[in-house]
């Protein structure tokens, strides 16, 4: 009998032991669970975008949705107003870990994914809707394109129609010509294009561009932006003149490293790229309104514009584009699989509005005399 009890007792002091372990085990699981839900990543982001101005209040509204829909798992570290310098300069730090993201022009999307650039070609698109469409189209080649450049696209901006401004009058393309016109240092379709229009350009970085407009006796008397951005810049505080003709409809990205981006959980990576979506597409929107805003407060500032279609010859101008993307080619900076592709989508579209437009003429009442 006394055995009996012994064999009972160490039954239950080793059934005691296992579900000990259990619970302990089941605590340990939990805890360490917790710990890597709780994991935080700091998203280091910078643009030159100016503190104070419309898309810099929708990127700080980004940054606290992000920050309060990942319950803080994702916190940011922002510099705005270019104070990590230049965007090439932000792109070497982001490629050295440095930085993780940002949001740029089209000048530093050409460093990432050239082809992109493709959307920026003066004289290509007639209209936003165009432009638009065509965006649109590309975007899952675009999307791959930055991926397999070691970058994730979370949304595409815009900076918008961009224009000459000179504090001497822009009568004509010839009177451009003899300007000295500004070049964002190392843009190659910026190069291209004043190439192609036989300008011999001031290459300078954007940072230096206000300094030199100031300056008595400046390197540069013309510069080239959307409206917004030239007073954003304050530029136009330098400036007298402004080309009503714009050059191109210029392109933005929100981007972040893979090496950062694949380091984070499904559901992170998820929110970053549907809110990065939506700001992207507001500040799309903004842009669109600001620059049509800008050009009465610029009108009022003392700026004159000038120099519109009917002043130009179109044939020219085409000429100019056609010579520039023959360049842009031969280097590879856009393929002309690229440029192919864009025609053919841009095309196809113009003769789908020419139908539409011609049905609904076709069925409209007709109005009696």
Known sequence: MVLNLLCSYIKT???????LQLVVTSVLLICSQSLV???VYTLKFATLMPTGTAWSKLLDDWVKEVEQKSQGRIIFKMYSGGVMGDEPDVLRKIRKGQLHGGMFTGYGIGRIYSPARVLEMPFLFK??????????MLMPDLETGFRENGFEL????EVGFIHFFSTKPLTSIDAIKQQRIWLWQGDPLGEAFFKAADINPIPLSIMDVYTQLSAKHGS?????TSTFGAIALQ?????RYASHIPLTNAIGGIIISNRFYDKLPADLQQLL??????????IRINAREANIKSIGLLENNGIKFMLDWDEVDMAELLKMRDDAAAYLEKTDYIPARMFSKTKKMLAEYRDKQELKVNDE????PAISE
Do not use: C, F
């Open 235 to 239: 530029w136009y505080t330098k400036l």
């Open 361 to 364: 003429a076709a069925t409209a």
């Open 273 to 282: 790229k549907t809110t990065g979506k939506k700001m992207a597409d507001e």
């Open 13 to 19: 002091q080793s059934a005691g032991k296992k579900l």
């Open 154 to 157: 979370l949304g595409w901006p």
């Open 220 to 224: 540069i008397d013309t510069v080239y």
């Open 127 to 136: 209209n936003i809707e165009e432009s638009d469409h065509v965006r649109e």
């Open 37 to 39: 839900a709780a994991e």
